[in-house]
C-alpha cells in the first residue's frame, strides 16, 4: 500500500507563488504516474499536471500551463508542483495520486489513479 503525503499549502496573495510536495512512502518501482489534481468547493476534482516516473513525461491542464510545472524526484521518492502567477480561481484543496499502470485511460481522470494523498489547502487571496 502507498501512501501519499502532500505539504506545501497555504494562503498566497494573487500574483505569488508555492511549492507543493508529495511524498511516496515506498519505492516508486510499483508507480507508473504521478499527478496533481486539485478540487474547490462544489466544484468536481480537476485534473491539474501528471508526470511519468521513468520517461519524464509530463503534462499540465490548460488552465494552469505556463504557471505550473510538475516535476519529481526519483531518489526521494517525491513530486512536485511548483505554482507561480497564482489567480484566486486557483484556490483548491490540492491532491496527489499515483497509478500503478499507464495502460487504464486517461491520466487526467482521476479512475487512472489507485492512491491518493489527504490533500493540502491553496488559498489565493485577491
Known amino acids: 500500500q502507498v501512501q501519499l503525503v502532500e505539504s506545501g499549502g497555504g494562503l498566497v496573495q494573487a500574483g505569488g507563488s508555492l511549492r507543493l510536495s508529495c511524498a511516496a512512502s515506498e519505492r516508486t518501482f510499483s508507480i507508473d504516474v504521478m499527478g496533481w489534481f486539485r478540487q474547490a468547493p462544489e466544484k468536481e476534482r480537476e485534473f491539474v499536471a501528471a508526470t511519468s516516473w521513468s520517461g519524464g513525461d509530463t503534462h499540465h491542464a490548460d488552465s494552469v500551463k505556463g504557471r505550473f510545472t510538475i516535476s519529481r524526484d526519483n531518489a526521494k521518492n517525491t513530486v512536485y508542483l511548483q505554482m507561480s502567477s497564482l489567480k484566486p480561481e486557483d484556490t483548491a484543496v490540492y491532491y496527489c495520486?499515483?497509478?500503478?499502470?499507464?495502460?487504464?485511460?486517461?491520466?487526467?481522470?482521476?479512475?487512472?489513479?489507485?492512491?491518493w494523498g489527504q490533500g493540502t489547502q491553496v488559498t489565493v487571496a485577491s
Open positions: 495520486a499515483a497509478s500503478r499502470s499507464y495502460y487504464r485511460g486517461s491520466y487526467a481522470s482521476p479512475n487512472f489513479y489507485d492512491y
